[in-house]
Nanobody, 118 residues
Framework: VQLQASGGGLVQVGGFLRLSCEVS????????MGWYRQRPGNQRELVAS??????PEYEDSVKGRFTISRAHARMVYLQMNNLKPDDTGVYYC??????????????WGQGTLVTVSS
């Protein structure tokens, strides 16, 4: 199983980006998918998560600006609007087949770098 993330890049303050992450391999459904980020000098943190049948969850600083959505059970997007310099970091997608354990993700993608310039 592999997770392929894409969509990062350089954007100016107030701009937008859309990150995509698709699962390949023999698992055809991921109950929960999410996006983490690691900002410079900080630990990895959960940005947004989506579990099938539940409301999405967001880290407080991105509420109202970021939207997580699922194209299907193996693909997730993160629409990021009104980007701020503090959003700069490496973004990782993650997936979990069953979603039984809160905060647990079995599979991780490679990071995609988001840089917001001021």
């Amino acid at each position: 199983v592999q997770l392929q993330a894409s969509g990062g890049g350089l954007v100016q303050v107030g701009g937008f980006l859309r990150l995509s992450c698709e699962v390949s391999g023999s698992i055809y459904r991921m109950q929960r998918m999410g996006w983490y980020r690691q900002r410079p000098g900080n630990q990895r943190e959960l940005v947004a998560s989506d579990s099938i049948g539940s409301d999405p969850e967001y880290e407080d600083s991105v509420k109202g600006r970021f939207t997580i959505s699922r194209a299907h059970a193996r693909m997730v997007y993160l629409q990021m609007n009104n980007l701020k310099p503090d959003d700069t970091g490496v973004y990782y997608c993650a997936a979990d087949r069953f979603g039984w354990v809160a905060g647990r993700y079995e599979y991780w993608g490679q990071g995609t770098l988001v840089t917001v310039s001021s």
